[in-house]
């Protein structure tokens, strides 16, 4: 293999994805959903014995994970694609190594750097740390989803790779 490229233009609905789908499949996440879930249940199943400040907590509480959080992340969405990714990131798959062009910022990683890859169903993410990661939603990797697959099985530890059939 020479190279492969492709080029990603990041949207909002693509960001937000992303940005829920990592906060919620995470430790803290889980753990503000389950809070909330049991905020609302107490909330309702103790309703008759409840003081109004306590139900106005219970409320907050409740939303604070199922709703407020979610507003955020959609929010913080907006803001970045404006100004991170206001240009399409070209990528460049090549043997060793695969690197990233968006306007005059370039980066390289060789595939060893490569922590795990993702797949929420719309996104393909391609970890190099705990927290950074490169977003390729399949819609824009159309007709090369399957070839830009079999170089990464062929560069990643099969058990690095989590990916749902497209």
């Known amino acids: 293999m020479e190279s492969f490229k492709f080029d990603i233009k990041i949207t909002k609905e ?57 507003l955020m992340l959609r929010q913080r969405a907006v803001r970045q694609v404006d100004k991170v990714f206001a240009l399409p990131i070209t990528y460049e798959l090549k043997a060793e190594t695969f690197t990233l062009v968006q306007g005059d910022q370039k980066a390289e990683f060789p595939w060893k750097d490569v922590t795990k890859i993702k797949d929420n169903g719309r996104l393909m993410i391609i970890y190099v740390s705990k927290v950074r990661g490169f977003i390729w939603p399949k819609d824009q990797l159309g ?13 990643v530890d099969a058990d690095k790779i989590k990916l749902k059939d497209k």
Do not use: Q, W
């Open 14 to 70: 693509d960001l937000s994805s992303f940005l829920i789908y990592h906060n919620y499949t995470h430790f803290n996440g889980l753990f503000g959903i389950a809070v909330s879930i049991v905020a609302i249940a107490y909330l309702i199943f103790n309703f008759n014995h409840l003081e109004i400040t306590t139900m106005a907590v219970l409320v907050i509480i409740g939303l604070l994970y199922t709703v407020v959080n979610p």
């Open 143 to 155: 007709e090369n989803y399957r070839e830009i697959v079999a170089i990464l099985r062929k560069n």
